[in-house]
């Protein structure tokens, strides 16, 4: 067409190309607005229902019916009448518990069974609240905001659980990843200590570990560990000596990497204004970015969840993309 | 001269009655034959059927019962030999001339025939190894293990848990494409033996739902056949399937990108 207009490209005949929206590898399924600041996810089937149980900040826990992943439905709202920053959900003696950690109130302990009709079972107040919990066996670690870690004895729920020992961790923890009988307790300012709990009830401290970026959060794969570590991208450590973590790289997509969830062969990232991110594991050293999509509002907390990715995706509510 | 009145009324009453009784005879004759003898029926089986008879020469895992018309069959013996159709003590049945479909199932055999039965006749249906048959199609509910990679590197042992009309990665080798948790099978359709397959590409994206058809080896082994190829799965756990819920996306890809950013290079 050009040599025939001789590259006259302002003819009028001309009809530029017009593509089709680029695919980024990451699609959208559904939303639910909520009326909070969702900060952190987690699903779980029960029932043989899909619930999402978000922690929306000053709206408390939202569950959703996540089932129909293009129209989740609100199921209950629980209010913690103080900020709630995350939610991590396990059964004791087959029953299901979520454990609210709210950085204002304390931790709340949840019996969702029946997650239309949660019994609120025990509130433990701290003056300063809490940030995160993390459980091995019958014991719960539960970091308080002011910095204590404190260690409960769940084998009385559903009676009232009992506090049996304090860690003190060198800075406040902000996030509790358990493996096997290691902490990995993410801190302001230390970055990754991490914690024998082969008696659980007497934690004993291994090593500090200090990725390069700001250390939001983590997960653990095997012998490795993936920092989400903000601007720096996702770090990956070598853990297979918890007392001796080792750097392997950094792997940054130019973006702001705040929270994570792995799925065998994959990593999701939340990213704040950045959207969110899917890498693939396939070298497990060296995450490769396979898609991303930025939704309006913030990305916090994912989890992959029954081929869905879930996001607290801010004053938005629950985000619901797959890849 | 009341007599006389009285002649036309009798004859009228006589040749009423003659004609009722010439007629009422078969032969109109007034003289009946006896009926002809009936020809004995020499089809052992009775009158229009035939005989079917069931065997095989190898050894099936479990009971094996023979669904045939109405009725269900156990066989439970193994022939070193074809047996004699008709002086033999293997399962067998007699039914009226015609087709039938037959559905032989074992612990994890699986076999259908459309077998006709011809009348007077006794037939052999070997069932060996389904031999001339079909497995055709079978409920997928349970754990299915991938044996081989197919087009997709390191996937050998990936665990695929078939439950309420879905199948759902358990496990995923180090290195495969297929994330634990993602939906990889849907929509089975046990009528024409078809589902969708779930397939990625070389980096675990470009998500698509491909249709493909299960061929059953028996109960427990089956190839996925579809455009990415041909993938065999063992049945290695069995579980009910309690009911369908169909929940996840249609197939519906929806790209919605408010924004653009940097991608490193691969």
């Not at chain 1, 000053?58 to 709202?77: F, R």
């Not at chain 1, 959060?217 to 920092?227: K, S, V």
């Not at chain 1, 029954?306 to 797959?322: E, Q, S």
Request: with cysteine; aromatic share 12%; proline share 6%.
């Amino acid at each position: 067409m050009f040599l025939a207009q001789g590259c006259n490209l302002y003819d009028d005949d001309y009809v530029p190309l017009v593509f089709p929206d680029p695919e980024t590898g990451i699609y959208y399924v559904g939303r639910l607005k909520t009326n909070g600041n969702a900060v952190y996810v987690k699903g779980e089937v029960i029932n043989q229902v899909q619930y999402a149980f978000l922690a929306d900040g000053p709206a408390g826990l939202q569950i959703i019916n996540v089932t129909n992943g293009e129209n989740p439905s609100l199921t209950y709202n629980f209010q913690t009448n103080g900020f709630l920053r995350e939610v991590f959900i396990d059964t004791i003696k087959g029953r299901y518990y979520a454990f609210l950690s709210d950085e204002v109130k304390g931790l709340y302990i949840l019996d969702v069974t029946n997650p239309a009709n949660p019994v609120k079972d025990s509130l433990l107040s701290y003056p300063s609240g809490v940030n995160s919990t993390g459980r091995t066996g019958n014991y719960l670690y539960t970091a308080s905001v002011s910095g204590n870690v404190y260690i409960l004895a769940l084998d009385s729920l559903p009676e009232k659980v009992y506090v049996i020992n304090t860690y003190s961790p060198v800075n406040p923890v902000k996030h509790i990843e358990i493996k096997g009988s290691t902490g990995y307790f993410i801190e302001n300012e230390t970055g990754l200590e991490t914690v024998n709990l082969e008696n659980p009830a007497q934690p004993v401290r291994y090593t500090t570990f200090h990725s390069p970026g700001s250390s939001n959060d983590i997960r653990i794969a095997d012998n490795l560990a993936y920092i989400a570590d903000g601007t720096t991208g996702v770090t990956v450590i070598g853990i297979s000596n918890p007392a001796q973590p080792y750097f392997i790289k950094s792997v940054s997509i130019e973006t702001d990497i705040r929270y994570l969830d792995y799925s065998p062969n994959y990593l999701f990232t939340g990213e704040y204004s950045d959207g969110i991110s899917v890498f693939n594991l396939f070298n497990t050293s060296t995450p490769d970015l396979l898609g991303y999509y930025i939704p309006t509002g913030k990305c916090n907390g994912v989890h992959f969840f029954k081929a869905k990715i879930l996001v607290a995706n801010g004053t938005d509510g629950l985000l619901i993309t797959r890849f | 001269m009341k007599i006389r009145q009285a002649y036309p009324v009798l004859s009228a009453v006589f040749i009423a009655v003659i004609i009722f009784y010439l007629m009422s005879c078969d032969s109109g004759t007034g003289i009946t034959d006896p009926p002809p003898p009936q020809k004995p029926d020499t089809n052992i089986y009775g009158q229009g059927n035939g005989k079917l008879v069931f065997f095989r020469t190898q050894q099936i895992a479990g009971p094996v019962t023979i669904s045939i018309s109405s009725y269900t069959l156990t066989d439970t013996l193994v022939w070193q030999t074809d047996p004699v159709c008709d002086s033999s003590n293997a399962v067998s049945i007699i039914l009226p001339a015609g087709n039938y479909g037959v559905h032989i199932e074992g612990a994890i055999f699986l076999c259908n025939y459309t077998a006709a039965v011809e009348e007077r006749k006794c037939k052999l249906l070997n069932y060996t190894n389904c031999n001339g048959g079909t497995t055709g199609c079978y409920a997928m509910a349970g754990t299915w293990l991938r044996t081989d990679d197919g087009p997709c590197v390191n996937c050998k042992g990936l665990i695929v848990q078939f439950q309420n009309g879905i199948g759902e990665v358990l496990y995923t080798p180090p290195g495969c494409r297929f994330p634990v948790s993602d939906i990889k099978w849907k929509n089975f359709n046990i009528n024409d033996c078809t589902i969708l397959d779930l397939a990625r590409d070389d980096y675990g994206g470009s998500p698509e739902y491909q249709a493909a058809t299960v061929y059953f080896f028996h109960k427990d082994s089956l190839n996925i056949n579809g455009q990415s190829g041909v993938i065999p799965y063992q049945r290695i756990e069995n579980k009910d399937v309690s009911y369908y819920k169909k929940y996840y996306n249609n197939g519906i890809i929806k790209p919605d990108v408010s924004g653009t950013r940097l991608q490193p290079l691969r």
